[in-house]
């Protein structure tokens, strides 16, 4: 009963120190983010290591020829000191590939650093007993290094640095112990001081590489916690607009990849805050498959407004053109219906984007069919429908992307309505068939005196694709300067592209075909290996085979 029972704390106690020394939840934040960030602070702790300790070994070798005795190197504990320089670029060399797991890594971690801590016991034990009592500060220097720049780079709790470091300290401990009991005898007091000494430096070390880490790994843990929000993660930054910054998210739960927009802290001001709500209350009502969805909206414990909506990978109008050029007519037509159904929608319930622009169109992959159009960021939506709490659109204020406005957004803003956003789809369509805004300028004066005075040119003029005359005219006419001159809704605009006789459908092979080739380019993706090798055939003559099997 009694050797079961301490068989059963034998156990716990080597299930509580590998828990402890090779533990997983030593990284804060993500299992993904986890995993990478200590990866690359582990390749970088061991980098330390070896330049700490190759620069030592260099330097005993400039001693060495300083003073002529070369024999000194071939003393045992230099070759330990080589192989703890060995060791560090062994554990750089393995931590430098990606696919280590995280429990890969803490092993080769602490085994690394206990690598070190017994190379430098054994330099110490190996050392002859006059040379140690010189030398023992700068061997417990050297594992005080080692111990602390572990505690500032690798993430790690205070107990877990704290333990390693205890375990670390017994190999230099026991050298120390050994060499100044052997000189006691004859020596007497001040060499048991002279261990003393050392070991409380030791001591001291340790400790302090234990509060290290327990600051330092406490202030990641709260950046952790300020990159959270709610039961969402977030992860790299995707971009940033007029009224907040985009980042990647997931939801703790159901982890699907969402987008998560962030109001600037530099301007949650009352009113911005109240715009960016309204944004969300806004385009929340839109149920459009071509306009972006949102599926969450909220604030932080600071006061930070956010909303999540769904993460679109894909590719906006701006790299779409920027990265393959013009683009043909018939494609050009798919896009602007999409873009069109979502406006009408938008339209009938009196809001206005206000912000239609190439790089607010995103096309990605919905349910296998690819060159789906997303319009995003409403954040220059305004409402129509005479809702006193909605009425704060900033009136008198210049808003939106000047290549894209309406001429009535610069002259009179307070009263653009839909056909605003039919101009700027139509600078939109110019600028995929002509792969150049409508207009261009040195300065934005020019460019809203070209909005409001200078006829375009047709698209054609500049086009390196062909364009054909039906859709060139409906272009040009959403680019009239009166908006009563503009078709007078989306749903009227929608209609006329539906009515192009001359243009050639856009199929969704042509979408995979591009996708698969040419959009694999523009968006910086490797080309797929390609498995259409040529193949051989062998000639087996199965008689012969026959003969064999039965010899």
Known sequence: MLRRAMGGVRGVIKRSLWSGLFGLGSVPGTEEEGHEYLRRRVSLYFQVLFFIYAAVYCMAVVLVAMRGSWPALAHPARWVHAGVILGALAGWYVTRRADRTVRQLAVVEVLGTLTVAIGVGAF??????????????????????????????VPSTAARTLGLGIVCALPLTGALYLAGHARAPSTGLPSVLSVIEALTWLTISVVLSGMASRVIFGLRRRVAQFARLGQYTLGEKLGEGGMGVVYRASHGMLRRPTALKLLQPERSGARAI???EREVQLTATLTHPNIVAIYDFGRTPDGIFYYVMEYLDGLDLEAL???DGAQPAGRV??????????????????????????????????GRSRDFAKVVDFGLVRDLSGSPAMAQSMIGALEGTPLYMAPEAFATPDRVDGRADIYALGAVAYYLLAARPVFTAVTLMGLCEAHLKTPPQSPSEHSPVPVPRKLEALVLACLKKGPEQRPQSADELLTALEALDDVAPWTPADARSWWAGRGRAVRGEPAPVREDLPSRTVAVDMREREDRAVV
């Open 124 to 153: 110490g034990l190996l050392q002859p007993a006059a040379q140690l009592e010189k030398d023992d500060l700068e061997l417990v220097l050297a594992l005080s290094q080692t111990l602390i720049a572990r505690a500032v780079i």
């Open 274 to 276: 109240a715009r960016f």
């Open 321 to 323: 053109v920027r990265g």
């Open 333 to 366: 037509v798919h896009v602007l219906k999409q873009v069109a159904g979502a406006l009408a929608e938008a339209h009938g319930v009196g809001l206005v984007h206000r912000d239609i622009k190439p790089a607010n169109i995103l096309l990605c992959e919905r």
